[in-house]
């Protein structure tokens, strides 16, 4: 008897104890990815108000995701995870102290993200930057958890030993393991291939095939870990081309993963999904948080809601994450600027329109091409021979990173002008901060190779070999050969006017080029990347060749032992002082040519014979070679099945 009454209780209770399983629990995830240091709001970053509300129209700012994420957690009486999927460094002036402060991870933890991982510039200021990062914000305040997975470190070098020990101490872990719940959730971080192909100041840490170390990481969580939920934040990216869309990729690749947290790319979409595989991203910036609720029970994850909430003045900000940011701004006033006679609001030029970044010829990025050529002849223009002259300045749309805006009043502080080109670190002793500017002579066949990025590299990898230029000016036919479709080159500039060059191989002179250390070291990997279609070789002014591109720094001071880097950011900040004020007002006025196009980069679409071949390189004979020989084959063949059909008829 005593048992059939155990019996029934059992069977009363079970369905008490099983619906809160079947029904699912519930877990919310706020999500952001590529913040790129955007502490303040924008742009300009002189409107922004934080603490006010109805007056301004930027957007993002920390302290307005401070207060969203502070308000999500009060809503939800459920768990609450926060986390970011990588290149939250570089982009604005508060990353000119990251080695030293690491504000960026230590307002994250104030914030309350629990998990991040790293991007692809995390690793710009090198192996030995990046622990220093790390390392930084380990003894000032702390730092989120930090997943890494697929980061494989040299054997041979010992460049990458101070970030190895970093890893190896725990600061970063190949994966971790939360419970939430009753739930045990597992993360683990990757960086895609696309963010790896732009890393080259991460060497000598290479990093694994994604797909491998997922598999990897997603057994080692379910079979050992036993993880109930498997969380992937993937610094790889969306695309709508499915053949680019490297985390779509990955969730059909790998099984067991419930939710991929993507980054990299910068993209603005709602919920994907492949196969059982949850796939989201939020824009960048801090333009955007997203916010998913899900539910976990025996029968998986299900996705209850999703959304995406923008980050404007519609958010007041939260107080301490502001005061912590102004404090910040002022040790990047006294340290970083106060010694270059600048300030971090510091008016430096008016505009009376917007400056931006497109994927084609435009304003902004003629500027700051131009600002490059100006700033390299203004310090090291030679000894008077015009041919030392810089006389192509080159940029690329992977560099330029914001725009310019002229906001509530047209003004240009130091500090929304250095978002434009933030990026890099430089190869001096104290490796300062901000990609240093090379010069080098190349011929003007070699100035075809380097625009025929734009016109057939750019179109395969994407917009950061988009190409923006001064001192020089080309058309091409995008119907022609792939490699082969500049048809003219001019040299010279607006005010002087342009004048072709025989771009031949038989032509060789030397053309001096300005650029930044970043676009110079994809020489090498456009080379091989073309099968030496499109290698381009650095020279001196004598013609020999420039095998390390370090040594084409350009040097402010020859007077001075050592290398007195002259940087990318700086060439834009006083090409932008150097303007006339055309209005009296005491301040420098952007020049109205900069208000549209300047015709620097012409299509010439044609599929007439004659467009298509004229100045033909080998690339385009070998083509038509080949074409013919196609063609000659095919007719052999279509005239040998016609006598043999013809045959047959005749014996019927």
């Not at 970053?45 to 969203?68: H, M, S």
């Not at 869309?245 to 993209?267: P, R």
């Not at 933030?422 to 240093?436: H, I, N, T």
């Not at 150097?578 to 679409?605: C, H, N, W």
Request: some cysteine; charged content about 25%; glycine content about 8%.
């Amino acid at each position: 008897m005593r048992f059939i009454c155990c019996f029934c209780l059992i069977l009363f209770l079970l369905p008490i104890a099983c619906p809160l399983n079947a029904a699912g629990k519930a877990i919310t995830i706020v999500h952001s990815n590529d913040l790129h240091s955007h502490l303040l709001g924008f742009s300009p970053n002189i409107d922004y108000t934080p603490l006010e509300t109805g007056n301004d129209t930027t957007v993002g700012g920390w302290a307005r995701i401070a207060t969203v994420i502070r308000r999500i957690k009060q809503e939800r009486a459920n768990p609450v995870l926060v986390v970011d999927a990588g290149d939250f460094l570089m982009g604005s002036l508060f990353h000119m102290l990251s080695r030293e402060e690491s504000f960026e991870l230590r307002l994250m933890k104030e914030m309350g993200y629990d998990v991040v991982t790293l991007g692809n510039h995390e690793f710009d200021l090198k192996p030995v930057g990046l622990a220093r990062i790390l390392l930084a914000a380990h003894r000032q305040g702390g730092l989120p958890a930090v997943v890494f997975s697929n980061a494989v470190f040299s054997a041979e070098s010992s460049v990458d030993d101070e970030l190895e020990k970093v890893f190896a101490e725990g600061l970063v872990t190949s994966y971790m393991i939360m419970e939430k719940e009753g739930a045990r959730i597992g993360f683990f971080g990757l960086m895609g291939k696309d963010a790896a192909g732009v890393s080259p100041f991460a060497a000598p840490v290479r990093f694994e095939a994604p797909v491998t170390t997922a598999k990897r990481m997603v057994k080692k969580l379910r079979e050992e870990e036993k993880a109930d939920i498997v969380i992937c934040l993937s610094h790889s990216g969306l695309s709508d081309d499915a053949k680019e869309s490297e985390d779509e990729i990955l969730a059909k690749a790998v099984d067991g993963i419930d939710i991929i947290i993507s980054g990299h790319t910068h993209t603005k979409t709602d919920v994907r999904k492949a196969g059982d595989t949850i796939i989201v991203q939020s824009w960048c910036y801090g333009k955007q948080l997203g916010v998913m609720d899900i539910t976990w029970s025996n029968e998986g994850v299900c996705l209850e809601n999703y959304r995406r909430i923008d980050i404007d003045d519609s958010i007041t900000g939260d107080t301490r994450i502001t005061a912590m940011i102004d404090d910040f701004e002022s040790r990047i006033n006294t340290e970083i600027l106060a010694g270059k006679g600048l300030a971090f609001r510091k008016i430096i030029a008016h505009t009376g329109f917007d400056l931006k970044i497109i994927e084609d010829e435009c304003n902004l990025g003629n500027l700051i091409a131009d600002s490059i050529r100006w700033y390299v002849n203004e310090h090291d223009s030679g000894s008077g021979d015009p041919a030392e002259r810089a006389g192509i300045g080159v940029a690329s749309n992977g560099v330029i990173r914001d725009d310019i805006v002229n906001g509530s009043t047209g003004d240009i502080a130091v500090c929304d002008a250095f978002r434009a080109v933030p990026l890099g670190v430089g190869f001096d002793e104290e490796s300062s901060m901000g990609y240093p500017l090379v010069s080098f002579y190349i011929y003007p066949c070699e100035v075809k190779k380097a625009l025929e990025i734009l016109t057939s590299i750019y179109p395969i990898k994407g917009s950061d070999y988009y190409l923006q230029v001064s001192g020089v000016r080309f058309a091409y036919n995008p119907n022609r050969m792939i490699f082969d479709r500049v048809t003219e080159i001019w040299l010279g500039d607006e005010e002087s006017g342009y004048s072709p060059i025989d771009y031949s191989g038989s032509n060789k002179r030397l053309i001096r080029v300005a650029t930044d250390i970043y676009n110079a070291a994809f020489l090498k990997i456009v080379g091989d990347f073309t099968w030496n279609i499109l290698n381009i070789v650095p020279k001196d002014r004598n013609g020999n060749f420039i095998a390390d591109l370090k040594e084409a720094r350009v040097d402010a001071d020859r007077q001075t032992p050592g290398i007195q880097e002259l940087k990318e950011y700086m060439a834009v900040l006083e090409y932008l002082g150097s303007f006339p004020d055309r209005t009296g007002d005491g301040m420098p006025d952007v020049p109205e040519k900069y208000g549209g196009k300047l015709g620097r980069q012409r299509i010439e679409a044609s599929w007439n014979p004659f467009d298509l071949l004229r100045r033909g390189t080998y690339v385009t004979w070998i083509a038509c070679g080949v074409i013919l020989i196609v063609v000659f084959i095919l007719v052999l063949i279509i005239g040998f099945v016609r006598r043999r059909a013809g045959r047959r008829f005749y014996f019927k």
